[in-house]
């Protein structure tokens, strides 16, 4: 018996079918997935005024505070040359480093020591004389007064003829004899005084010409005022020198100087920052007295060293090119304290120079914090939920990765450290950290949650 082939299919259909059926009543129900929380998780700090000081940065080259010529003030050869006077080398205050021949000098202290000496005597012969002459004068007048006396009797004696003519013009030849000797002593006294003042200015001058040739045997040997290091030398042993002529360079080292270029916007945080600051009679602030804290520090490859610093002036000029102003520091340079493994400051080295104003209370944030001109806050918003608030600030200045801004701003306030993308203003938000501390979900989100739970 034959059987159809399409009833034999109807069957096959059928148990697909059922097993179908039993796979989709067997399979587990999926689990229930709550709602996801929409608000942004973000990290806060609380905001507070804190003191803090602006730093600025501007860099200069290194020169010597103290620069020393040795300029010729007499001519002559060079008879010693100091053995260590070489370029680059330290030598210490008083330290001889030249001689000149002092022969002619000697020569010429000692002419002006030998007219010294008879302007001295020529002073000393005319009090005698003076003394003399005085003493003569006494007697020349007794000697005419006595003289008077003889001619009055003479002519007495001639009334009564006792005498004789002759006699008495002898008498009277005696007498004028006698006042024309008087009158002569006289009239070398008036004299004297005035040849003792020409022999007193010769002396004078003498005496003048000594010093003069003492201070030029002086200035024959050259010695250092103070500690320099040797920058040029242009005179040799035996050489001829002329006036005038230079005969090294060398600088101090006790005092370097840093004429750092700092930008005008940082000269303008610096100034603001001072509130207190000593001025001149006029008013003017005085550079040296203003409350300024520096240093500079020197960087090659992965050597760096600094050394403190004191702001002594404010250039006068300004660099057009670079909108700089020039910030005189100066650094005390002991080279008695160096060591192998610090490094003395010479001149001409690039430096940087940090200046550091007067703290002051400011709102400081993180750098990472601010965004552009604007920081996140967090908001409480309906029902207390909290959201974003964007709030403009004005930047003060950056310093070690904090800022310090200004703005419409409140103590204990949330600030948002992390960054948001996109940021909308009134946006959700679920603080998960305060000051570095995790925060856990609060009651009213959890409550939310379990909401969206129920069917």
């Not at 005698?128 to 009797?153: D, F, G, P």
């Not at 003519?165 to 006294?189: F, G, P, R």
């Not at 090294?248 to 001072?274: C, F, P, R, T, W």
Request: no cysteine; charged share 20%; proline share 4%.
């Amino acid at each position: 018996m034959k059987i159809n082939r399409k009833l034999l299919l109807f069957p096959t259909i059928l148990f697909g079918v059922l097993v179908l059926v039993i796979a989709i009543k067997m399979r587990p129900s999926p689990g229930v997935k709550p709602a996801a929380n929409r608000a942004r998780a973000v990290d806060v700090i609380s905001l507070q005024q804190q003191p803090l000081a602006p730093v600025v940065s501007g860099f200069g080259r290194v020169k010597p505070k103290v620069k020393w010529q040795a300029i010729a003030q007499v001519t002559g050869k060079v008879v010693y040359r100091h053995p260590d006077l070489e370029k680059g080398r330290v030598l210490d205050a008083g330290t001889v480093i030249i001689k000149i021949d002092p022969l002619d000098y000697e020569l010429t202290l000692a002419q002006a020591e030998a007219d010294i000496s008879s302007s001295q005597a020529q002073l000393a012969k005319l009090d005698q004389e003076q003394q003399n002459l005085k003493a003569t004068l006494k007697i020349e007048r007794n000697r005419l007064a006595i003289s008077q006396k003889e001619v009055a009797r003479k002519e007495e004696l001639r009334r009564k003829g006792l005498t004789s003519q002759s006699a008495l013009d002898l008498e009277k030849q005696a007498y004028l004899a006698s006042q024309k000797a008087v009158q002569d002593i006289e009239n070398q006294l008036i004299v004297l005084p005035n040849e003792r003042k020409v022999t007193l200015a010769q002396l004078h001058i003498n005496q003048s010409r000594q010093a003069e040739a003492k201070r030029s045997l002086e200035k024959t040997v050259i010695a250092l005022p103070i500690d320099v290091r040797i920058s040029s030398v242009d005179i040799e042993q035996d050489q001829v020198v002329n006036l005038q002529q230079s005969m090294l360079v060398a600088y101090g080292i006790n005092k370097i100087e840093i004429d750092a270029q700092v930008a005008l916007h940082d000269m303008q945080v610096l100034a603001s920052s001072l509130t207190q600051y000593t001025a001149h009679a006029d008013g003017r602030p005085r550079a040296d007295q203003l409350d300024l804290t520096a240093s500079i520090q020197l960087s090659s490859g992965s050597f760096i060293q600094q050394w403190p610093a004191t702001v002594t002036r404010i250039s006068d000029t300004v660099n057009a090119n670079q909108a700089t102003a020039g910030v005189i520091l100066e650094v005390d340079q002991d080279y008695s304290q160096l060591s192998p493994e610090t490094a003395p400051l010479v001149n001409g080295m690039f430096v940087e120079a940090r200046i550091e104003g007067q703290a002051n209370a400011h709102w400081i944030i993180p750098e990472r914090a601010l965004h552009g001109e604007y920081v996140y806050l967090v908001d409480s918003g309906k029902a207390n939920n909290k959201v974003l608030k964007i709030q403009p600030v004005n930047v003060l200045f950056r310093r070690d990765g904090v800022v310090a801004i200004s703005g419409e701003l409140a103590d204990q306030q949330q600030l948002i450290v992390n960054d948001l993308l996109p940021a909308v203003s009134g946006m959700a938000l679920r603080v998960v950290s305060l000051n570095g501390e995790a925060v856990k979900e609060s009651s009213p989100e959890m409550a939310a949650s379990a909401e969206d739970l129920t069917p």
